[in-house]
Every structure is written in C-alpha cells, then in structure tokens.
C-alpha cells in the first residue's frame, strides 16, 4: 500500500484544516495516511524531528511519499538527508516550504524566534544525499506568505530540481489565511504516482 506522511510546521498539529483535509482525501484514493504529532512544536528542534520521523517511518520505499509544511517542509528533507542512500521513495510534496525567512517578519516576531530558526536556517542540508532519494520533488509557495520570501522557490529549483507552483493569495496555507484545502497538493501527488 502506497504511504503518505504528513509533516506539520512550527506550532502546528495534525488536527489544521488542511492536514486533516488531505488526509480523508488521500484515504478515499487509497492511500495509508501518517500525519505525527511532532515533538515541542513552540520550539521545533532538528535533531528531535528528525529523531520523530526516524521513529515513525517504517521501511521506506517507492511506495513511501512525504508532505511537509513550513519547517515540516525542512523535517523531511533532513530526514532524507540522512537515510540510507539505497533508499528510493516515491516522491516530496513541499508547501510553504523554507530555507530562508523573511527578514522583516523576523524583526516583528522578535529575538526568540529568531534563535528558534537560526539553526534551521544556518546548518547546512545535504542536497546530494537528497536526492539520490527521488528525482520527483514539488515545492508550492504562495505570493503572499508573510514568512516565506519567494526566493526560496529558485533555492529548492536549483537544488532539487524541484517543480515550482507560486499560487495566488493562500499566505502561509494555515486556517488564519483560510486555507482549509489544498486541492494541488492532491493532484501532484497523483502525478507522482502514476
């Protein structure tokens, strides 16, 4: 059976809109959903993530794809980073993804947050072992999101070569941007499949 992952953001749960969307509709198409409950998601920390991902991955494989969120987006590319290179696995759906965030936003936000992110933005990601996991990578930001300056998209194309999809007025594809739905997410991962 093909197995979808879930990987929330910061101070996000499995129980958003969208995360709880998608998993009833990939269900209905077939697929065994895993959407965890990330370890202190008000201070999400590399190792621990990881260390959570480790935990709930079984055996992946060409059956196996993943969907990040925000630093969810991060969790799983480091995770990948990290698993054996004879690992191929079906494919990474990226929303809202981030190596970068947007300066002035991190001004107003303050110097915790700065300090939360500051390892997530400076230690370095392997984009050779990455990819030697998959060829099918798809990164969908929005033209509006506050904390993701859309430079990011020419970071993930150069490295991945990831798809890009730059859609219109979704922010950062939480409830508070009435995101309850992501229906791109859906048909890109059954592009992956087929």
Not at 9 to 24: D, F, I, Q, R, T
Not at 85 to 107: R, Y
Not at 142 to 163: H, M
Request: charged share 30%; glycine share 6%.
């Amino acid at each position: 059976m093909k197995k979808v992952y879930i990987v929330h953001g910061w101070e996000g749960s499995p129980e958003e809109p969208m995360h709880k969307w998608l998993k009833e509709k990939l269900e209905k198409k077939g697929f065994e959903i895993f959407v965890p409950v990330m370890p202190e998601t008000a201070r999400p920390d590399i190792k621990k993530w990881i260390g959570k991902l480790n935990e709930v991955v079984r055996n992946p494989g060409e059956n196996s794809y993943f969907i990040g969120h925000s630093i969810g987006c991060q969790a799983v590319l480091r995770y990948l980073a990290q698993v054996n290179s004879e690992v191929k696995i079906g494919g990474v759906v990226l929303i809202a993804p981030w190596m970068e965030l947007d300066e002035n936003t991190l001004e107003e936000e303050g110097e915790e947050v700065r300090e939360i992110a500051r390892p997530w933005m400076e230690t370095p990601v392997d984009w050779n072992k990455i990819k030697k996991h998959t060829s099918k990578f798809v990164c969908i930001l929005s033209d509006n999101d506050p904390y993701v300056p859309l430079s990011n998209a020419e970071l993930f194309k150069e490295k991945l070569n990831a798809k890009i999809i730059i859609e219109k007025n979704k922010g950062h594809y939480t409830a508070g941007d009435n995101v309850s739905e992501n229906e791109t997410v859906v048909e890109e991962l059954l592009k992956m499949v087929e």
